[in-house]
């Protein structure tokens, strides 16, 4: 289980979108919202951007997870998945500071939880095009949890994911401690940036 996490860490936090920016001439961390993630690479940079890093994330939080799974199981693969998602999101290599975590975490239940994914997509999608990545990603992971202890209680189909147990259920909960935080401070940022705009004299 210690090579899980220490793996599961490792693949989170290798810095792919700082790569992609830096082969582009751009430094997310510092252009746009300043976050290494698809939704300030497409701010900046366009789709074509937005979409490299988005999908080299998700490549992540799936390889972590598979990689757990084959170590010790569905245990393992869970464990490895919450620690890629950790090191996004508390990048080693940039004073521990990261990404919002949700490509790793999207690539990650694809593998543990492919239903998960297939529900809680489009909700993503569709709440960013009205409300913003920040809420959008607060609507994701709400949605994950909730729906991850009706299908644990219910025992319904994974396909090939994990067994419809506990670890389902604390692995959405694990999301949501790691990735809730950087979408709170994100909304919060937005409504100072506009109250600052609206104030009188500004």
Not at 62 to 70: D, P, T
Not at 113 to 133: D, H, Q, S
Not at 136 to 145: D, E, M, P, R, S
Not at 168 to 189: D, N, R, S
Request: proline share 5%; charged share 10%.
């Amino acid at each position: 289980m210690i090579w899980c996490l220490l793996i599961g860490y490792v693949i989170g936090s290798i810095p792919s979108a700082d790569a992609v920016g830096r082969a582009r001439g751009i430094d997310l961390r510092l252009t746009g919202s300043g976050n290494p993630g698809a939704a300030n690479a497409l701010r900046v940079g366009g789709p074509g951007m937005a979409a490299t890093v988005l999908a080299l994330d998700l490549v992540k939080g799936a390889a972590a997870a598979l990689i757990g799974r084959k170590i010790t199981g569905d245990a393992g693969g869970v464990a490895a998945a919450v620690m890629a998602i950790w090191g996004q999101v508390a990048n080693p290599w940039h004073g521990f500071k990261g990404g919002k975590g949700l490509g790793v975490t999207g690539g990650a239940t694809a593998v543990l939880w492919p239903p998960g994914v297939v529900v809680v997509a489009p909700i993503i999608a569709l709440t960013a095009k009205t409300l913003g990545a920040a809420v959008a990603g607060l609507a994701g992971i709400t949605t994950l949890f909730a729906l991850s202890i009706v299908w644990a209680a219910d025992g319904w189909p994974v396909a090939w994911g994990i067994a419809p147990d506990d670890a389902l259920v604390w692995f959405t909960i694990w999301v949501g401690v790691l990735t809730a935080p950087k979408f709170i401070a994100a909304l919060l940022e937005r409504f100072r940036t506009r109250a600052r705009r609206s104030s009188p004299g500004r």
